[in-house]
């Protein structure tokens, strides 16, 4: 079992940038990848990155590529999202979520079903 609990949401002026914090529970977290998923109002739930349990494979999705970076440290049992440069577009409910693979990630660690997921923290871009 694991339980997960972000933070560090809130309202930022475009091209600002915030870090989001996931901190999980539970003894097997380094066994883990790692993703974070951002719903906006009105749309579909939709993948932004992801990070292998041993940190050394990242996927982002193409919105956010260049922008946003996941970085885990299995020691303190966190994952955190930095998101520079951030755009309205990026307004959304972002939550982090659990998923068992193999070590090294591909386009399937965004459409795989997860096994846990957050509460979800609000990210607020103003223009």
């Known amino acids: 079992q694991v339980q997960l609990v972000e933070s560090g949401g809130g309202l930022v002026q475009a091209g600002g940038s915030l870090r989001l914090s996931c901190a999980a529970s539970?003894?097997?977290?380094?066994?883990?990848?790692m993703g974070w998923f951002r719903q906006a109002p009105g749309k579909e739930r939709e993948f932004v990155a992801a990070i292998s349990w041993s940190a050394s494979n990242t996927y982002y999705a193409d919105s956010v590529k260049g922008r946003f970076t996941i970085s885990r440290d299995n020691a303190k049992n966190t994952v955190w999202l930095q998101m520079n440069s951030l755009k309205p577009e990026d307004t959304a409910v972002y939550s982090c979520a659990a998923v068992q693979t193999g070590p090294k990630l591909a386009s399937w660690v965004a459409t795989i079903p997860y096994d846990y997921w957050g509460q979800g923290t609000q990210v607020t871009v103003s223009s």
């Open positions: 539970g003894r097997t977290f380094s066994s883990y990848a």
